[in-house]
């Protein structure tokens, strides 16, 4: 055995290292063959670097002969000019007209001459930098190929290595050979062994397989003839599948009806403030029915926009009646909720009203457009805004549409089944998106037109603080669609699942399954009651759990708690002494209201002594109370028929000087003194309920807070879990295709190595015939002899 290991790890390596050596000789001779592609292609750029050196010395020929003929062409004009010369020394004695001629031939065969030269030095230039440029790459394309010529002679010298290589890997693996036939035959042996033993564990399988399929064919037959109720005749007894009662469901479905009833009571204040805007602006654009009267158009889409309330108010009030009729004992599908219809019916109706009021809104806008001082980007903005009305108005329609659908289960039995339910749903969430899109371009498109409007002249600030609370009731439109959209499509899986379904099928919860649903979950509680009262009370581990998890929250929050109590009672303490203070204060006012009494009784009986005596003695009373009582000279110098000032802490009461109305000031000082103190009663009690609320508000706000942070905590444990997960997927991933591709180069190789001991094998066998055979004919030889 050990023999049989050793080389069986020699026959691995040796495997190695033939495929090693394999693909550097594939490697090799690739680069061998490029190399000898990149030599081709040098060679032909040399043979085409030749042609154009030939092109170029033809050229230059060509260039000596022109500048040979340009040469004797240049002799035989300047032998031309020589004669010309002595023709005019000769001619001199003769008139002026044979040497101006002669002077113009010359000038002309100097001309010539010049441009001759010039021709003959350009063409030396470019003739000297060809062959400058023709050497230049000649003697890189020689460098060039000496280099190359060197890479291919290391190449050959490498593949000579290789092959000789190759070789004595060859004459060591035929050695191995031979060894590798005894482990051959081990193996055949083993293999047959291995079929047996696979033969046995087939057989064994078809058997567990027969007998698996046996008993589930039995445990299907028992689960359709005896679990489920499902009375193919009589559907109405079907209701005895009934399922449990989902309270998570019912939680969840509160919760989410809350959080939407929050989002319709945004929306419904958003558009009642719309259509009030509206109609104000109606009213003031683009006439001012203060000044002048409006168009009856306008007048009677007026009338309609102050109806709108009669529309809009019954979608929260039919919501709100829908969120009260689901509670934790009840059955949330579409087939038990009955409010719906309503809230359907209302929404119907308030899609009407936009229906109604459509033309009217786009003709408002187009006595706008025909308003003396429109412009032509106020008419294109009225002609957008046109169009966005329009939108919204006709994706009003499709959410009616797809809400009327959801609320006929409530009214109709099997009017539509859950696949069309979830798709529903989901029109209904794209709608939403579509309708909040609508919107923030007819807010966008109003900007713009506001923007405009401001810069005309005739625009008044009526007209400005309108437009500006029309926007405002816009942007707050804007964002409730947009949070009704986002908040739908969260909760589209929630509203898309089903929460209940009877047992052994797949349809809708009616609602005779919920009654028996209800009256099963109230049969129970009163079981669990009973039980309780009879066995002493313990507590279920997921209650303990809970319990767990809420006292660590109130652990948690105790500190908290804790500092609100001591805020509480340091606020009681300043209370308190504020308390005492206008305590004090009190008693003081009090001191001085007698004291002011005492004051105003003496200075009526001084004012009486002064009407029953002398204008005289009118006068010096007078003086004297001036000198006492500075606040009284007003009241004293009037005193015969005008009527007096009385002053007070209420305030100031202007009367008459007499006995009975003195009791009419002291019962009205104190009315208005009892009712200011039972208002401050009432405020003060209004002050402590909504400290009360603000600090139940701020410890609520410290827990949540404190349960997003250790959910946060979880996520991102959760996500570090996530992210190591999958990297050990994609490094097992890595690890299973490395395994996959050297068990399959292994293979491939031992097959190979199994066709050549095959073929060695046949030989051999072969030959031991042959022997055999000699060795039969010799033993008869010998036994002839």
């Known amino acids: 055995m050990a023999n049989v290991t050793d080389l069986q790890t020699k026959y691995s390596k040796l495997a190695q290292e033939y495929s090693k050596l394999r693909a550097q000789n594939q490697v090799l001779k690739k680069g061998v063959v490029d190399e000898q592609a990149n030599s081709a292609s040098l060679k032909e750029q040399l043979k085409q670097r030749d042609q154009s050196l030939r092109k170029q010395e033809q050229e230059m020929d060509s260039l000596s002969f022109r500048n040979q003929q340009l040469a004797k062409r240049v002799e035989l004009l300047q032998e031309e000019l020589a004669a010309s010369e002595a023709k005019g020394k000769k001619g001199k004695s003769k008139g002026d007209s044979p040497s101006q001629h002669g002077l113009q031939t010359q000038s002309v065969f100097d001309e010539d001459l010049q441009k001759k030269i010039e021709e003959n030095e350009r063409l030396h230039i470019q003739f000297y930098e060809a062959d400058e440029r023709h050497k230049k790459t000649e003697a890189e394309l020689r460098e060039r190929l000496e280099k190359l010529e060197k890479d291919a002679e290391q190449h050959h010298g490498v593949v000579d290595g290789l092959t000789t290589k190759y070789a004595e890997t060859i004459e060591r693996l035929q050695s191995d050979k031979a060894r590798l036939e005894v482990k051959a035959q081990t193996l055949e042996r083993e293999a047959k062994e291995c079929r047996m033993r696979t033969e046995d564990c087939q057989q064994q399988l078809r058997r567990c397989q027969s007998e698996l399929n046996r008993q589930v064919k039995q445990s299907s037959s028992v689960i359709q003839e005896k679990v489920p109720f499902n009375d193919t005749k009589f559907s109405d007894y079907n209701s005895l599948n009934v399922p449990s009662h989902n309270r998570r469901h019912q939680l969840k479905a509160r919760d989410v009806a809350g959080q939407a009833m929050s989002f319709i009571q945004d929306l419904v204040a958003a558009l009642l403030n719309i259509h009030s805007y509206t109609e104000q602006r109606v009213h003031i654009y683009p006439l001012d029915s203060s000044i002048e009267t409006i168009s009856p158009l306008n007048q009677k889409f007026s009338q309609y926009l102050h109806e709108n309330a009669a529309y809009v108010r019954p979608l929260e009030d039919s919501f709100l009646q829908l969120y009260q009729s689901i509670t934790e004992d009840t059955v949330t599908v579409l087939e038990t909720v009955v409010k719906l219809k309503n809230f359907s019916d209302n929404f119907s109706s308030y899609t009407h009203f936009l229906q109604k009021i459509l033309p009217y809104q786009l003709k408002s806008l187009e006595e706008e457009c025909e308003a003396p001082l429109c412009t032509a980007a106020l008419s294109a903005k009225n002609q957008e805004l046109q169009s966005d009305i329009k939108r919204v108005t006709s994706v009003f329609e499709k959410l009616q549409n797809y809400i009327n659908l959801l609320a006929l289960p409530s009214v109709r ?373």
């Not at 009663?681 to 942070?709: M, N, P, W, Y």
């Not at 996530?722 to 399959?744: C, F, G, H, P």
């Not at 039969?776 to 002839?784: E, H």
């Open 413 to 785: 039995q099997d009017a539509m089944p859950h696949s069309n339910t979830s798709a529903v749903f989901t029109q209904l969430a794209a709608c939403l998106h579509s309708l909040h899109d609508a919107i923030k371009e007819m807010s966008k498109h109003y900007n713009q037109k506001a923007d405009i409007e401001r810069e005309l002249p005739t625009v008044t600030q009526k007209l400005c603080t309108t437009t500006e609370c029309l926007l405002g009731s816009l942007g707050s439109l804007t964002s409730c669609t947009g949070k009704i959209a986002t908040f739908f499509s969260n909760n589209l899986d929630f509203f898309t699942s089903s929460g209940y379904s009877p047992r052994g099928s797949t349809a809708a919860l009616n609602p005779v399954q919920a009654e028996s649903m209800l009256a099963n979950k109230k049969k129970a509680t009163a079981y669990i009651q009973a039980v309780k009262k009879a066995k002493p009370q313990s507590v279920p581990y997921r209650e303990a759990l809970s319990n767990r998890r809420i006292l660590t929250s109130s652990t948690e929050s105790r500190e908290g708690l804790t500092q609100q109590v001591q805020q509480s009672q340091e606020k009681i303490a300043r209370l308190e002494q504020e308390k005492e203070h206008w305590l004090l204060e009190a008693q003081l006012g009090k001191v001085r209201l007698e004291k002011e009494n005492q004051r105003i009784a003496e200075l009526e009986a001084q004012l009486a002594a002064a009407l029953g005596g002398s204008p005289n003695s009118q006068t010096a009373a007078a003086g004297a109370l001036t000198q006492g009582h500075e606040e009284a000279a007003a009241e004293l110098k009037a005193a015969e028929k005008e009527p007096t000032l009385c002053t007070s802490l209420v305030g100031m009461l202007c009367t008459t000087p007499t006995d009975e109305h003195v009791g009419d000031e002291e019962s009205r000082e104190q009315l208005i003194k009892s009712h200011y103190m039972a208002r401050v009663g009432e405020l003060t009690t209004q002050l402590q309920i909504s400290d009360s609320k603000a600090v139940h508000f701020h410890s609520e706000c410290r827990a949540l807070a404190k349960r997003l942070a250790i959910a946060e905590k979880s996520r991102e444990t959760f996500s570090e879990e996530v992210k190591l997960a999958n990297q050990n997927i994609t490094r097992l991933q890595d690890e299973l295709a490395t395994t996959k591709r050297s068990y399959e180069d292994q293979l491939s190789m031992m097959s190979d190595h199994l066709c050549s001991m095959n073929e060695t094998l046949s030989k051999q066998r072969e030959e031991i015939d042959t022997l055999k055979m000699g060795s039969k004919g010799n033993a008869k030889k010998n036994k002839g002899r």
